[in-house]
């Protein structure tokens, strides 16, 4: 399939000038990848077959040049790839390949024009993709011969090619020291910018993430099994080699563990039984502040998942509610049996598949009525991940993705996009009447993905819809450290991408329940009994059950007795007159004015206490006079004595005393007790206009007193006659 031209027979001329610069790349080149530099063992080669998926992966992900800059064209032609080579294994070890190939590809054609290969040899351009990841992989192999198994199937392009690349081995090798002189770099990896090799540094370094399918078996049952198998419980696992684990500090039902482990850990019966499920730690802390909105009959859409692992969590963490959680957008019915599959694997029981994708589906859908929760995951630049391979694979994510990564950022063309079809979802989500609370969550580090969506949504709500707004609500997780609390003083939760864990962005939009629907007949009994309002509702009562009632404690259980008609009659009652109350409370501060200084305490509740603005009153203390029997007039009283030192302390609020006490008749007799009379004491405390200092027994406090005296009313210090 190559066609040589006598220019293959002088890969051998000027060895002097080329075995210099070969020589050079070969003890120079320790490091030319990423891998090499966090201490990995050398690579002896791939399989065919994972060449032939890398390159097909290359070829649909490789970035595109204006026509006056192209080097090499690429086809559209896909090789042949073998069906036993779509393993995850395989897949995984192909995407690396792609993806790093991709990294370097201007570095790689480069060396194939230098070398002249491709202007000595006619290539199809089906077999360009190819000859850029094999490339790749004989530069990282520092130009070594690959070591092939017995039992291995062979590719005849692949074969091809490897001798291609082989033939012009010492050209390559010089070709690569000229490009890394030119640009004064050690290896090509200091030539690739500096995110792309933060990024790569980072993902040497992160550790593993696995959450417990609390459906089979619980968190101290996987910790004593762990500890079992010689695993040690630390505190952090940074930079211990060990068989070590921890717990997050987010999410109670996430571990964490060496990147080293993850083979060994991969063989142990927890992950093999689904009960222990690697998962990136952002998808854990969107389930988990879903999981802190709901209450036990709340239904949950989801949308976008991208790795059903995150449907069956949020399952696991819901699988003691009644909760059911809908799944939109999958629109394979040849899939559905497969998921119910999966999900029955996992233990997951309440989970329904919706087949509409999320903007198709109607908000009045008689199927989504109960949902109270919408977790949204859109599409995002993942630009906070640091290994976008792993990503990929286990969200399903679009390998177009890897370009991004490889140049260490998002076009704006790509990133507006993105931001409007996020902003799309999240406006489709906030129309959903029924619902209470939208958990919005990226793995992006932009603004315009984030921050900018949720303002944008939450500015222009649709105001028409008869049913409360949405609002801004601080991180329903806890803050693990000060630079979290830093991150989310404006109500948004943010982690930054560093070497124990991926970026995240989340935020909370919630709005108040509708009362209509959260107040129930035993709530609406419960909050009248708590108040002391019940026995105003309760009328026509004959004096035999008023005498009955004096000796129970509460009247909400003869209220389940009487008919169910009457009780809501009464509940109605009860609602109207809390919803008068604030048109009644001119007419019951005039009437608590003209009460005896006993009863107008006794009614006051500790809330009134904060508005010293205007005396504290009971709206209901009108209502609730007129409808007292006559018969219990002490009844209220005692039911209310806790009340009696707040109370007093209300109604001198409006008085504002500030001067010092004086001594009180009974410390000093024979001062001050013929001429303040203790029943005119009462007196004085009622009266709103007349200031009386308070008084106090003791001896230093009536010294300090003695200060301002000429603050004091003419009258008092008139009073303080010792001759009498």
Not at 70 to 91: A, C, F, M, T, V
Request: glycine share 4%.
């Amino acid at each position: 399939m190559l066609s040589s031209t006598s220019d293959l027979q002088f890969s051998n001329e000027k060895n002097t000038e080329i075995s210099q610069f070969a020589s050079l790349a070969l003890s120079g080149d320790a490091s030319s990848s990423g891998k090499n530099l966090t201490g990995l063992p050398e690579k002896t080669g791939y399989p065919d077959s994972v060449y032939v998926m890398a390159a097909n992966i290359f070829q649909g992900i490789q970035i595109e040049k204006s026509p006056e800059k192209i080097l090499i064209k690429y086809g559209n032609e896909p090789l042949r790839s073998l069906s036993s080579s779509k393993d995850e294994s395989s897949q995984r070890l192909s995407y690396e390949l792609a993806f790093s190939a991709l990294k370097y590809q201007d570095i790689l054609e480069t060396m194939l024009i230098d070398s002249y290969i491709f202007p000595s040899t006619t290539i199809p351009d089906h077999l360009s993709s190819l000859i850029i990841v094999m490339l790749y992989d004989f530069q990282d192999r520092k130009f070594q011969a690959r070591s092939l198994s017995d039992n291995e199937e062979s590719i005849a392009e692949v074969q091809e090619v490897e001798n291609l690349l082989t033939s012009f081995k010492t050209k390559l090798a010089a070709a690569l020291a000229r490009y890394r002189i030119k640009h004064d770099a050690l290896s090509i990896y200091h030539i690739l910018p500096e995110t792309v090799r933060k990024q790569e540094l980072r993902a040497s370094t992160l550790p593993l993430y696995a959450w417990i399918n609390t459906c089979k078996i619980s968190p101290e049952e996987v910790c004593h099994s762990l500890k079992g198998k010689g695993y040690n419980k630390v505190k952090s696992i940074l930079h211990i080699d060990d068989k070590v684990f921890a717990v997050d500090q987010h999410c109670y039902d996430v571990l964490i563990f060496p990147s080293h482990l993850k083979s060994d850990l991969l063989n142990t019966d927890l992950f093999k039984d689904y009960k222990l499920i690697f998962q990136d730690k952002s998808r854990s802390l969107a389930v988990h502040s879903v999981k802190a909105l709901l209450n036990m009959e709340d239904d949950i859409l989801m949308v976008n998942t991208g790795s059903w692992y995150t449907v069956a969590h949020m399952s696991a963490l819901t699988n003691n509610n009644s909760s059911k959680i809908f799944v939109c957008g999958v629109q394979s019915q040849a899939k559905h049996p497969d998921l119910k599959n999966l999900f029955t694997k996992f233990g997951c029981k309440n989970i329904e598949i919706l087949h509409q994708t999320f903007l198709n589906i109607e908000s009045k859908d008689n199927r989504l009525q109960n949902v109270k929760v919408i977790l949204l995951l859109p599409r995002c630049s993942g630009l906070g991940i640091s290994n976008p391979v792993e990503f990929i694979l286990n969200e399903h994510e679009d390998t177009g993705l890897l370009k991004d990564f490889s140049q260490g950022g998002t076009s704006e063309d790509k990133l507006h996009v993105l931001a409007q079809q996020q902003y799309e979802q999240l406006t489709h989500a906030m129309k959903f009447t029924k619902a209470q609370a939208v958990v919005y969550c990226t793995c992006s580090v932009y603004p315009e993905e984030n921050e900018a969506v949720v303002k944008k949504a939450l500015e222009f709500q649709d105001r028409g819809i008869k049913v409360q707004l949405y609002r801004l609500s601080p991180p329903v997780l806890p803050l693990c450290s000060l630079q979290e609390m830093h991150l989310s003083t404006d109500k948004f939760f943010r982690i930054e991408p560093s070497e124990i864990t991926n970026g995240c962005f989340l935020s909370v939009l919630t709005r108040e329940r509708d009362p209509s629907e959260t107040v129930s007949v035993k709530d609406v009994l419960a909050r009248a009994a708590a108040k002391g309002l019940l026995d105003g509702i309760e009328l026509g009562k004959s004096s035999k059950q008023e005498k009955k009632k004096k000796k129970s404690k509460t009247s909400l259980p003869k209220a389940s007795t009487t008919d169910g008609n009457s009780i809501q009659m009464k509940i109605a009652e009860f609602l109207n007159r809390e919803t008068n109350a604030n048109a009644n409370r001119s007419e019951t501060s005039t009437t608590k004015a003209s009460l005896p200084q006993k009863n107008t305490t006794q009614v006051v509740p500790p809330s009134q206490v904060r508005k010293p603005s205007k005396p504290a009153t009971n709206p209901l203390v009108p209502a609730f006079m007129k409808n007292t029997a006559p018969s219990r007039p002490y009844e209220r009283p005692t039911h209310f004595v806790r009340h009696r030192p707040e109370d007093r302390m209300v109604a001198l609020k409006p008085v504002e005393i500030v001067l010092p006490p004086v001594m009180l008749p009974f410390s000093s007799p024979q001062l001050i007790r013929p001429q303040i009379p203790t029943q005119h004491f009462y007196c004085h405390w009622v009266g709103p206009k007349t200031v009386v200092p308070s008084y106090f027994s003791t001896p230093s406090i009536s010294r300090k007193g003695e200060k301002p005296k000429e603050n004091l009313p003419s009258s008092l210090l008139r009073c303080r006659r010792p001759w009498l």
